[in-house]
């Protein structure tokens, strides 16, 4: 009998278990299934192709060449005089040719392809701390909802047994219809209230479904302890913020990679270098072997501005991102300056909801006593219970509003958990 007992209490627990959504739960099975996620990571593979496509350029470069002429005419001079003939022929041969010194263009090229798949990297964990962020606000959200539409189903609740009570004291002659008719018309509006959070509930839990990539049942358990948040106010927190935001590194990174093109732009007027070498079989007339090695200097003297006009353009890049990092930058710490401000007064707003609430709940019990006895009209008891509502949803809301404040300020650090 215990042993059946304790296997049926070990199965609730389970279920209960099975029935609650976690925070980290969500946050991990969206960083694992959202289709943004993925085409980042294939961003990354992109730029990992194009740096060993750019690195290619220091390898050998062989070539295998064959060609083939049906007809071909030949001149060759007899006595004096040139003479002709039509033969076909054909010739086979391979190239190699080896980069000796360009003046760095490659190399910096090379270096501005790393510098890209560093910033494809960076683009990915901003990505996930953005998500981070957003999961984090539609679960929150959704703890809001589910306890506002508590509390509506309280307020509804307590409107009911209001009109319910009126009703009793017309009959006995002790109020008049206009009692009963204002509590009615109280129990619409609350079961409108309760209606709209209710549909807000859904909203949210469908968002997060779909982030998620499955399917949230519906009488899921929540952590509700995650608007309980506690935040210290830190004297470094913009220099942490401007050390670890992860746009702040896409920026910089983004002007070194502009200087390493622009440095290789330059270094294009001055040509390169190079190794040759070849070997060739030649069958027309006569058949024999052709065979090249040396080095080969090539300097660019005149390419119609081109070259001109792209060092002009990759300076002009560099100086367009060291502007975009500056305007982030103040951005940034405005941003974090005026959440810091809102947290302050989200806690003083907690506070005083609190307390609104206490004295509310307090004055409503009293009213309630004094309506029964006749001391007091349903106007006074609606301005009452209105005054609690709105403390117990300004309350909820200063927490949400909290909690959200605290978790942008986690995205800017660039926090993934």
Not at 136 to 165: G, H, P, T
Not at 299 to 313: D, F, H, M, N, T
Request: charged letters at 25%.
């Amino acid at each position: 009998m215990k042993k059946g007992l304790i296997l049926f209490s070990l199965s609730i627990c389970a279920t209960l278990i099975a029935q609650t959504l976690t925070l980290q739960e969500s946050i991990d099975k969206t960083l694992s299934n959202h289709p943004d996620i993925k085409s980042f990571k294939l961003k990354i593979e992109q730029s990992h192709a194009g740096y060993k496509a750019t690195y290619a350029d220091y390898l050998p470069q062989v070539d295998l060449q064959a060609n083939y002429n049906v007809i071909q005419t030949f001149v060759f001079p007899v006595n004096g005089s040139f003479n002709t003939e039509n033969d076909n022929g054909w010739n086979a041969g391979v190239s190699v040719k080896q980069k000796i010194w360009d003046f760095e263009k490659t190399s910096s090229k090379i270096d501005a392809s790393k510098i890209d798949e560093k910033i494809s990297k960076l683009s990915l964990d901003d990505l996930k701390s953005l998500l981070v962020y957003k999961v984090k606000s539609l679960y929150a959200l959704m703890v809001v909802q589910k306890d506002a539409i508590k509390v509506r189903q309280k307020d509804l609740e307590s409107k009911k047994a209001y009109y319910k009570q009126a009703l009793a004291l017309v009959e006995n002659g002790l109020k008049t219809k206009a009692d009963a008719s204002r509590f009615l018309s109280s129990v619409y509006i609350a079961q409108d209230n309760l209606a709209i959070a209710n549909a807000s509930y859904k909203k949210a839990k469908q968002t997060l479904s779909l982030y998620m990539g499955e399917t949230i049942s519906k009488d899921v358990e929540l952590q509700s302890f995650i608007l309980k948040q506690n935040f210290e106010e830190d004297n470094n927190l913009i220099q942490e913020i401007m050390q670890s935001n992860y746009q702040i590194k896409i920026y910089s990174d983004t002007i070194e990679k502009n200087k390493l093109i622009h440095k290789s732009t330059k270094a294009s007027h001055f040509g390169s270098i190079d190794a040759i070498g070849s070997y060739t079989h030649i069958d027309t007339l006569n058949s024999y072997d052709s065979k090249v090695a040396g080095v080969t200097l090539n300097i660019p003297l005149y390419s119609g501005g081109r070259l001109s006009a792209e060092v002009q353009k990759a300076k002009i890049s560099q100086q367009i991102a060291t502007e975009q990092k500056a305007s982030k930058l103040l951005s940034i710490i405005d941003e974090a300056n005026s959440l810091m401000i809102d947290i302050k007064r989200y806690e003083n707003t907690i506070s005083a909801k609190k307390a609104q609430l206490k004295s509310a709940m307090s004055t409503k019990d009293v009213l309630e006593g004094r309506y029964k006895e006749g001391l007091s009209t349903y106007i006074e008891v609606l301005d009452a219970t209105s005054l609690v509502l709105n403390a117990e949803l300004g309350l909820l809301e200063a927490e949400y509003q909290k909690s959200m404040a605290i978790n942008q300020i986690e995205y800017l650090k660039g926090k993934i958990l």
